[in-house]
């Protein structure tokens, strides 16, 4: 399962006409988002979601609107912290296209993804039928269980194995990141491979 984090990177993508898309791009889309991904919230807050946050994923009602919107800029803020973290791990120079010349300082996205990871407070061991993990957390805002939520998978990310395999994909107009699964592996997809190898053999014919 995609974590948390490398989720909500890949919420800008190209959008398949040489422009990029915006999976976030209103409160509503980003509330309709966060209910698609409730999974990979529960991988890192624990099952069941904390009450004040599974209330926040029910279906969108008006009354919600205002916190939705804030949750909206969050996310945002959010993914803005998480792609420029992303950015750096990659190899050097070689950011996605989507927002190599706008990304967030480093240390403002530092400074973002430390402090919504320590609204979460800690992890502790509950036994029900089996023994599992839960946050302990001092935080019931959603806003805030959400972002801790974002912070702590992009911490989890960045410090753990599969940061090495992080790469952004170098196809023309393709915008994402993605896991290397082969030493080999140049691009994100098939497609993009195909459209590279199609474009060079253009660029050849016409230089020739």
Known sequence: ??????????????????????LLCTPDEAHGWLREHEPQLADVLGAPLPIELGRFLRPFREE?????DEAWRELVRMRGA???????????????????????????????????????????????????TRWSS???????????????????FLTGPDRRRLRACPAARCVKYFLQ???????CSPSC?????????????TAG
């Open 82 to 132: 998480v792609r420029a973290l992303f950015a750096r791990a990659v190899a050097p120079g070689a950011p996605s296209k989507a927002d190599a010349d706008r990304l967030m300082d480093l240390q403002d996205a530092l400074r973002a993804v430390n402090q919504a990871a320590d609204q979460l407070g800690t992890t502790y061991l509950d036994w029900a039928d089996e023994p599992y």
């Open 193 to 205: 491979g195909n459209r590279e190898r199609v474009n060079r053999h253009y660029r050849k014919r």
């Open 1 to 22: 399962m995609t974590t948390l984090a490398f989720a909500v990177a890949a919420t800008i993508k190209h959008d398949g006409r040489g422009g990029i898309a915006d």
């Open 181 to 187: 699964e082969d030493p080999r592996q140049q691009w």
């Open 138 to 156: 001092p935080a019931e805002d959603p806003i805030a269980l959400l972002a801790g939520a974002v912070g702590r998978s992009a911490i989890d």
């Open 64 to 68: 919600i609107l205002p916190t939705a």
